[in-house]
């Protein structure tokens, strides 16, 4: 199917395109200086609004009502903290890391520490043989099989659509990216000490100034709502019908961004607010593309337009694609599974 469409081919085997897109890797300081301000300036609005709530003794619902636009605000200032990791949203490489410890601290993500195991999530995508940093635990039917008991039960647990979108934000925007990792280096190390005790400042001056209940009544729902989208968001760019998983010795790169990762269609509305990161293909493809040049790539590039988008209703099946079928070539739920006879470890 990758052969087949998308176009021709170099002497080396590659799709022919490289050219194409190369253009669009340019970063545009003029965009992404717009962008800074039309996304926090107006985040930082409603949260102010929301604080008001608090302090003039509003109904909680109205704050909860406004938590969903910061929310949605936050996805997009993640965006940006994300195409910082890449050096891409900026020329400049101290720009991108200024930015990004900043938009960093705004979505409680140390800097160095995020970028460090998703640039390893890149060079790794669809690879059966490096899987586990910066990914979602995918395991092959096989290896479920011939697992254990309780790391059948646990496996069964993070793929569980509750723990996955309830769980698991929780986790990883309050308690494990607050926790230097193990191995991870220096400057890791430091980027979660920075973004800790800059978010240690920002909740003492709320608890001196507005009180440390409403800054919590005000950013913790925007916090689990935002980190909410975003875990749903990474999970269907890669988990999803047609996804591609391959032994080290046959996976391709590029097979991997245009086959292993989802042109995830969305109305432009939520294009918007998600930063087009719904172009992951795309992104996957060539990382250094900026979000505000992937749309353009897309109507650019014909070769790109023939993979077949993932639409709202599709992701929603993805829910129930839990394992990858070595011998099947696809993803498959535990029901497909079911009686099968356990393999030996």
Known sequence: MFKDTLGARTPGGRPDFGRAIATFSRADTRKAVW????????????LALMVVSRVRGWPYPVTLALALPAAALQIRVFIFFHDCCHDSFFASRRANRITGYLTGILTFTPFEDWKRSHLAH?????DLDHRGTGDI???TVDEYLAAP?????????????FFLLMVV?????????RIPHRGAGRPAAVSVLVTNLALGGIFALAALTVGWQTYLLVQLPVIVISWTMGVWLFYVQH??????WTRRDLWDPVEAALR???YYKLPKVLQWFTGNIGLHHIHHLRPRI????LQACQDTVPALQKVQPLTLRRSLRSMALNLWDEQQQRMVSFRAIRGRPRARA
Do not use: C, D
Request: glycine share 8%; charged share 10%.
């Open 122 to 126: 890149h060079a790794t995508a669809g």
């Open 260 to 262: 292993g990762s989802s």
């Open 137 to 139: 635990w995918t395991m």
């Open 290 to 293: 900026p979000n505000y040049h």
């Open 149 to 161: 008991r309780l790391k059948r039960l646990g496996y069964r647990l993070v793929r569980n659509p």
């Open 239 to 244: 988990q999803y019908e047609g996804a591609y």
């Open 35 to 46: 962008q800074l301000i039309n996304t926090i300036v107006p985040y930082l609005a409603i």
């Open 169 to 177: 934000p929780f986790w990883l925007s309050l308690i494990s990216y």
